[in-house]
């Protein structure tokens, strides 16, 4: 609900005026509160100064009354001659004349000579008589407690001449008097003291019996009486507003009660009204509130349903007519429409678009043949320029820019019936063509390179050269209803015809399931690896001099579950492309160890070579791998012999030459293999540390008909020998073959004539056989 600016609008002036009313009326409850207060306070104020000169005038009407019975002839002649009798019976009849509670006489040292009611001596009287003396007074008016009860005592000097005696009354302070205060001050009177031994208030009031009884309640929990003295306090429920007085005696008060009442029915009255006025003004600032609200919220609502026609991206929307700050917000909206507009055709431009040359991009390409296909008709032409990363190399990327801005101009020339032209990203560019292309389409496209492109090359020298670019196509027939499957049927072609020096390459049938077959190959290697898929088979190799079988070459099978037996040149070609070829020959080195301690605990001390690729070559951790191996399977260095060929050592030659002399140093027996078929063989074989050269098969399967076959492997047998290599034969197929071999003294021979690659049990059996034979 409060989401709209309309509604917060009026929840914020109605808080406003709230606050500003609650504010008002606080402030007017506080001064009305105070001020019935400090009204309460005042009438005590006039209350208690009428209760003490009530007290007054009382006391000087006692004194009088006193005085009349201390002149007395006859009663001074009693006292005089001490006639205790009849001293008892004038006080008891003066001091009912004149309401006296207690009557006594009291003798000039203080001490009480006769009471109408049994007293304990009282040094309180004694202190009177003392300072009466001392002061010369007459007579004396003041409070005084006769056990627990306070009474208003009035004594009086009897003198015949001299003072004889003194006589006192004393008027209990009960509740008569409060009565009688409370005829005079209008407000309640109560006289109360504190039980010492009960610690319980009680005494003479003129409240009912119940409101006294609340008001010793309230006392009890406000700390006593003591803490009403100073100010007033608040009790039986805020009703009467009291204050004490101090009597000056100990544990006893009077107390003032002012009804509080009509002050807090005025209080309250005008609460009330203060209420009903603030309810009166919120309600009137609702409907004020919402009514103009609602009129400020109406541009707002306008410029609202103006900003949504905008979002919905229709055509272009008339801005309100608004004034004031309205009109200058509609206004830059309108504005905001325009650039908005703007806006969204140049990033559709540039998500379907290159931002180079202009041309379509491979987004716009693929929502092309998403609407289009599957098509039966038409091709797609793929323009990849050759050697395009050399040229940005050499004469930097913004030469590289203006020659592919060159060719995106030179493409748009060629008019074909062309649907769309675009640029793939890099140097390709793309042309979609509604007629299946030809041979001489292809020779009619590649014809526009042959003309020189002039670029500037450096501080404005111009510079002209001929691009050489490859053509791929794809016919629609040949492409899938699915955009991922043309373009990566695109790709295969692309790259087969940027290694192939002819003009255009045409997709084929089955290209696109050879390239899945191999990417199948790639993904299943790993569980190829730990389902025993591949396996190690073991080819002898034939010692000529003792015709004896101590070593063996080790080559990897796989049988795949799907695309039966690989052949281990297909696979391994992939691996290698791939990156996954060491984690093959990890694999493999650790195959053929394990195989091998088996063999030597057995007491046959076979060697067995293992190949090695040119990615292995090119790892320096390559030899503590092995070695780690080797000690892992309890086996000496010789056991193990590592093969490598020529164009492996070639790749890099430096860290590769590292490597092996690392091998060297640990004792591997290392072998060239395929001798004869690198192109620097003869250049490069004495710096290599390696003890062995196997003569490529290629030399050695027609041996015994072809004397350039013979003469080759006689040279490199002998040029072997000179350099201090072993020479192995591998590829012999017949008996003549082998004769030749040992005539020119090779030193092993590796063939079928012997036997094909077994797996570890059939070699062992064979090599068993052949030592026996």
């Known amino acids: 609900m409060l989401k709209s600016f309309q509604a917060r609008l009026i929840v914020f002036l109605l808080v406003l005026l709230a606050l500003v009313q609650l504010g008002t009326a606080l402030a007017v409850l506080s001064s009305l509160k105070k001020d019935n207060y400090a009204q309460g306070v005042h009438a005590i104020d006039v209350s208690k100064n009428i209760f003490d000169l009530f007290l007054e005038s009382r006391a000087e009407q006692l004194t009088q009354g006193v005085e009349i019975l201390a002149s007395d002839f006859a009663f001074k002649q009693a006292v005089a001659t001490r006639e205790t009798g009849t001293i008892q019976s004038v006080l008891q009849n003066h001091g009912a004349r004149i309401n006296a509670d207690i009557s006594l006489l009291v003798s000039p040292s203080g001490d009480i000579i006769t009471a109408t009611q049994t007293l304990e001596q009282n040094d309180k009287i004694s202190e009177l008589v003392l300072a009466a003396r001392r002061t010369g007074g007459s007579s004396i008016s003041t409070m005084i407690a006769f056990g627990d009860r306070g009474y208003q005592f009035v004594l009086v000097p009897v003198k015949a001449p001299n003072v004889v005696a003194w006589v006192g009354m004393a008027f209990l302070l009960d509740q008569a008097l409060a009565e009688q205060i409370k005829n005079v001050a209008g407000l309640d009177i109560s006289f109360f003291y504190e039980a010492v031994n009960t610690h319980t208030f009680s005494g003479g009031s003129t409240l009912s019996d119940d409101k006294k009884a609340n008001f010793l309640t309230d006392i009890k929990n406000i700390?006593?009486?003591?803490?009403?003295?100073?100010t007033p306090i608040f009790s039986n429920n805020d009703e009467y507003l009291s204050l004490g007085i101090d009597l000056g005696l100990p544990n006893q008060?009077?107390?003032?009660?002012?009804?509080?009442?009509?002050?807090?029915?005025?209080?309250?009255?005008?609460?009330n009204q203060?209420?009903?006025i603030f309810s009166a003004a919120l309600a009137l600032a609702l409907l004020l509130g919402a009514a103009f609200a609602r009129n400020m919220t109406l541009p707002i609502n306008r410029l609202v349903e103006y900003a949504q026609q905008i979002g919905l991206g229709k055509e272009k929307v008339q801005a309100p007519n608004l004034s004031g700050e309205f009109c200058v917000l509609s206004n830059t909206m309108a504005a905001m429409q325009s650039s908005i507009k703007n806006r969204e055709e140049e990033l559709s431009f540039r998500a379907s678009h290159d931002a180079l040359t202009g041309l379509y991009n491979q987004h716009a390409v693929e929502r092309h043949l998403a609407d289009n296909l599957p098509k039966k008709r038409g091709s797609l032409l793929l323009v990849n320029i050759r050697h395009f990363k050399s040229i940005n190399n050499m004469l930097g990327i913004d030469v590289g820019n203006l020659l592919l801005s060159k060719v995106a101009e030179r493409l748009k020339e060629w008019d074909k019936d062309i649907e769309m032209l675009a640029r793939l990203g890099g140097d390709k560019f793309l042309l979609i063509l509604e007629k299946n292309v030809s041979e001489q389409d292809c020779l009619e496209l590649n014809g526009l390179f042959v003309r020189e492109f002039e670029t500037e090359v450096c501080f404005g020298a111009k510079s002209c050269m001929r691009l050489d670019v490859s053509l791929a196509v794809l016919h629609f027939e040949h492409a899938t209803d699915n955009v991922n499957s043309a373009m990566r049927r695109l790709d295969i072609i692309s790259d087969k015809a940027r290694e192939e020096s002819g003009v255009c390459v045409f997709y084929e049938q089955g290209q696109d399931e050879n390239h899945q077959r191999q990417l199948t190959i790639i993904r299943d290697l790993p569980v190829a690896l730990a389902?025993?898929?591949?396996?190690?088979?073991?080819?002898?190799?034939v010692g000529v001099a003792k015709n004896d079988c101590q070593e063996a070459e080790a080559l990897i099978r796989w049988i795949h579950p799907e695309l039966g037996f690989l052949p281990p040149d297909e696979f391994i070609a992939l691996l290698e492309h791939a990156g996954s070829i060491q984690e093959l020959t990890r694999w493999m080195i650790n195959r053929v160890l394990y195989q091998l301690s088996q063999w030597w605990e057995q007491g046959h001390e076979i060697r067995v070579a293992v190949n090695l690729s040119a990615h292995d070559l090119v790892n320096e951790s390559l030899p503590q791998m092995i070695e780690q191996a080797l000690i892992d399977n309890n086996l000496p260095k010789r056991a193990l012999a590592l093969e490598v060929t020529e164009s492996a050592v070639m790749k890099d030659r430096e860290k590769v030459i590292s490597v092996l002399q690392a091998l060297q140093d640990m004792g591997i027996h290392l072998a060239i293999d395929d001798f004869g078929t690198g192109q620097s063989s003869l250049a490069y074989l004495r710096e290599l540390p390696v003890n062995e050269v196997k003569i490529d098969r290629a030399f050695i399967q027609y041996i015994e008909s072809n004397k350039c076959d013979e003469f080759i492997a006689k040279a490199?047998?002998?040029?072997?020998?000179?350099?201090?290599?072993?020479?192995?034969?591998?590829?012999?197929?017949?008996?003549?073959?082998?004769?030749?071999?040992?005539?020119?003294?090779?030193?092993?021979i590796q063939g079928y004539f012997f036997s094909k690659p077994l797996v570890s049990e059939e070699f062992f059996e064979w090599r068993e056989n052949f030592h026996k034979a």
Do not use: M
Request: charged fraction near 15%.
């Open 274 to 276: 203060l209420l009903l």
């Open 223 to 230: 700390a006593g009486l003591d803490a009403a003295i100073e």
């Open 531 to 541: 389902s025993n898929q591949l396996f190690v088979v073991y080819q002898p190799k």
């Open 253 to 271: 008060w009077g107390i003032i009660h002012l009804p509080y009442g009509p002050w807090l029915a005025s209080y309250n009255s005008t609460r």
């Open 716 to 748: 490199s047998i002998n040029l072997s020998h000179a350099l201090g290599f072993t020479v192995t034969a591998e590829g012999a197929e017949n008996l003549a073959g082998v004769e030749l071999l040992k005539q020119h003294e090779c030193d092993k």
